[in-house]
């Protein structure tokens, strides 16, 4: 079955992907099902459920997952299946960790699960989640450099991730349920614990000075909470970066504290997911300890996405994810598909100027923003900067990070502005403190130079690529042939002269 969405009759370009995958991830803490719009390299998850079953908590006392645990389980399964079919998933993938492969009633569990899903369960060992979980994260951060850690209810995985290799793949006994249950529930026991088994891992020391990549719904909430805590201007956990010295104080903080709902941002966490936040913690604390990497950085994709990510070819692999998202909602929301490709290279010709510089990353968030310039068109115009703004900032985006993020949503804020420069002053002041002063001047230069080119090009393809931005002795020089100097006007040129302001130029539009 395939899905089409056809675009206006003046391009008559069609979006097709094949049909939703799905997949399912029976945890030691969590049931959860997730369905992807299709096999592409930046999908969008557009169904997420999960249940807090907790199949893993007595495991290690008992050897069982429990009644309790497995009627949950299987009552969110035989959920899950029915909303795959609603939606018509091609691909149903499920698979089961820690909890079940660790546990004496696993297999009959297994048995029972298959009936109500109608497909195969792949029970993970160890080391197989270990690496898809590295997987995931390369999914999302395709240049990854350090460790990739994995905290599930029964086990963490430790993967060593640098150049797009997964190395020294390793599960150990040390999930949070697991925790608890080997602890009696206290922190000191836990302690001694972590520290006897990452005694003998001793290739993490090799993460010192790299980044340390948090995985798993524990850890995301140790996120959560400081970034609730801090005020954080973004409601993002994906690449949400912390200093290691700043992560240590805090992970150290909560497994101090003795009242976790008196603890600052605690409220923004689920009263299921309390309970083990501490255990948490203080696994982050004692690798953090054991590690000494330059920073911790959260990721939100783990195992399901690397099973996801098995599924692409190799060609969808090689893409960049934050390009590949970004040329899809231009596909989804843009009035031209095309018109974005045009305003990457128009902009090249600004940003040659020996003042304007461009890293790598630099031009590469540039061509994220001219791709998605045109997709809050539809919203009122009064509206349409902070529509935007707002759009991108909290999207789904990935192969970003959070200084990123914050650039790419300033960059569509401004070219929406109505007053250019002067209409950005009255954007959040907690987003603009986000942005460094270059960040923000670069957003500010893209956002004018894109709705100037809107101004000629009606954000239609075909004219902004029959014109050139060059610098001539101070001066800004907007070629525009006379096929099309009818679109020239008094607007475009005040548009243009913010633009040129912006760069320190004197405006100049010349037909030819």
Known sequence: MLFTRRFNSAERVEITTGPPVGVIDIGSNSVRLVIYEGAVRAPTPYFNEKELCGLGRRVASTGRLGKCAIDCALRALKRFRAIA??????????IATAAVRDAEDGGKFIAIAEKVCRVDIQVLTGQEEARIAAQGVLMGVPDADGIVADMGGGSVELVDVKSGDVRNAITLPLGGLRLIDMSGGRIEKAEELI????????????????????????????????????????????????????ALTYTEKIRRSKRFAALPGSSAISKQRREVVPFGALLMERLLLKMKPKSVQFSVFGVREGIFYSLLDEDERAKDPLLSYCRRLAELYSRSPYHGEELC????????????????????????????????????????????????????????????????????????????????????????????????????????????????????????????????????????????????????????????????????????
């Open 195 to 246: 520290d006897a088994a990452l005694a003998g891992v001793p290739w993490l020391k090799d993460a010192g000075g790299r980044t340390f990549y948090a995985v798993g719904g524990t850890w995301r909430a140790v996120a959560k909470m400081h970034m609730a805590g801090s005020d954080y201007p973004l409601n993002v956990m994906h690449e949400y970066d912390l200093d290691a010295t700043e």
């Open 85 to 94: 079919d609603a939606l018509n998933v091609g691909d149903l993938k499920v």
């Open 345 to 512: 290279h128009w902009t090249d010709g600004l940003f040659r100027h020996p003042e304007l510089t461009e890293t790598d990353e630099e031009r590469r968030l540039r061509y994220a923003a001219c791709l998605i310039s045109d997709i809050g068109w539809r919203a009122h115009p009064d509206y349409r900067g902070e529509h935007s703004l707002d759009a991108v900032a909290h999207s789904a985006l990935s192969g970003i990070d959070h200084p990123g993020r914050t650039f790419l949503a300033l960059s569509i804020y401004f070219r929406h502005a109505s007053r250019g420069e002067e209409e950005g002053e009255k954007l959040s002041s907690r987003l603009k403190k986000a942005a460094s002063k270059r960040a923000l001047r670069r957003a500010k230069i893209v956002g004018a130079a894109v709705r100037a080119a809107h101004m000629l090009s009606v954000g239609m393809a075909g004219k902004i690529n029959q014109t050139s931005l060059a610098y001539e002795n101070g001066v800004l020089v907007w070629s525009i042939p006379t096929a099309i100097s009818d679109l020239d006007g008094a607007r475009l040129r005040r548009r243009f002269e913010t633009l040129a302001h912006l760069v320190g130029c004197i405006p100049q539009v010349r037909i030819f």
